[in-house]
């Protein structure tokens, strides 16, 4: 409830699906409510370190200072994402918000990496740790707001899919379980001189690792390339073959410039029988609507292939049976006929679209083939071109 309040108040107008604006603004209010938060956390948490003397304690205090410190850079990261295009960055600021998802997982990691080590020493020279109801009653109650926090960045993230407000939720429920650690340790401490603050620190430091190293993966994997949404290549061929005169598409390459911010080149098949002109239209045709519906800047290439000529029909089902009892997953584009000067069938070109690392090599794919089209014409060669998917 109180989240609905939060973004109704600070992004108004927002009805389902949020517009760009719309989304950069929830990001950079998710960021200032974070670090609103873990600003209070933080003075509550030092206040409860010094009364206490427990280094589990400060480690949580201090983990919330770098999520607080997280939060500055996920709003500064939205906020940089929306410049527009210049002559430096002509595709945008876009990937700014997983730079920003990076640094803030350096920021968790490193985190980790310190406070584990001081834990550890703790087990060895522990201090003596003093932490009377009051202090811990106080000190469980800040995992409300941390929960609270978590259900927040969780439907920020889910509501305008943010790699970096997701992380931020996971963070913030790994600090839920930390701070429950140290709750047990300041009770149990009463009771017994083993160093469970130290133990609590570990336990600590190990979340934060934890979080810090998933955060870190995800994001390295987007600014590598990661495959694009299922759901956005449906959609996309969808939007392609619907166009008039369009009969396929594929070599679809997908990349991501941010959070909805795609540039897209494909391969469609048309008719070689149209003139060029009309070819033209078609393609742009599809690129128009293809920016009308969905967040794409789509450049097609033409791929002519005759769809009327009863022979080089016969011949290119031929070949997709025997390709699709090798393999179903390969797929067949850009067929022809090659012929020789008598007018006979010497061989048939086409490109192949094959999974990634198959099992066998180009050769012995090509080899299983041509014996199998052999069955129909002994002298029959194969010319193929095997390419692999990019989606």
């Known amino acids: ?213 998933g955060v870190l993966k995800d994001t390295v994997s987007k600014l590598l390339g990661e495959p694009p949404d299922p759901q956005l290549v449906k959609k996309l061929k969808a939007v392609i073959i619907a166009t008039p005169g369009i009969d396929g598409v594929h070599d679809i390459m997908i990349h991501n410039y941010g959070e909805n911010s795609y540039y897209v080149t494909a391969h469609a098949e048309i008719s070689c029988d149209g003139d060029r002109f009309s070819a033209h239209d078609i393609l742009e045709s599809a690129e128009v609507a293809v920016a009308k519906a969905l967040p794409v800047h789509l450049l097609l290439h033409g791929d002519p292939y005759s769809k009327d000529n009863p022979e080089v029909i016969f011949w290119r089902s031929r070949m997709e049976n025997a390709v699709c009892s090798f393999d179903s997953e390969f797929k067949v584009y850009d067929f022809r006929l090659k012929k020789d000067k008598a007018g006979e069938v010497t061989a048939l070109a086409f490109h192949m679209l094959i999974p990634h690392r198959y099992g066998m090599s180009d050769k012995e794919i090509t080899d299983a083939l041509q014996k199998k089209m052999q069955e129909y014409k002994a002298d029959l060669t194969l010319d193929i071109r095997f390419l692999q998917s990019f989606i």
């Open 1 to 213: 409830m109180f989240t609905s309040i939060i973004l109704k108040t600070f992004v108004p107008g927002m009805t389902g699906q949020p517009t760009p604006d719309q989304r950069i603004r929830c990001g950079i209010v998710s960021g200032i409510t974070g670090i609103a938060c873990n600003i209070l956390l933080v003075i509550v948490k030092i206040i409860l370190a010094i009364l206490s003397g427990s280094i589990a304690v400060a480690a949580d205090a201090v983990n919330n200072l770098a999520d607080a410190g997280s939060g500055i850079i996920a709003a500064a990261g939205f906020r940089l994402s929306s410049t527009p295009p210049d002559a430096e960055h002509p595709f945008g600021h876009g990937r700014t918000e997983y730079v920003a998802a990076l640094i803030v997982a350096l920021l968790i990691t490193g985190l980790g990496i310190t406070f584990l080590k001081d834990s550890i020493f703790a087990l060895f020279k522990p201090s003596k740790v003093s932490a009377d109801n009051i202090t811990i009653i106080i000190f469980s109650a800040t995992i409300l707001l941390k929960c609270w926090l978590f259900f927040f960045y969780r439907k920020v993230a889910k509501l305008i899919n943010s790699e970096v407000i997701r992380a931020a939720a996971y963070d913030s429920l790994s600090d839920c379980l930390g701070t429950l650690a140290v709750v047990i340790s300041l009770i149990v401490s009463r009771y017994t001189s083993f160093p469970v603050d130290g133990c609590a620190g570990i336990l600590i430091a190990l979340l934060i690792l934890w979080a810090g190293g």
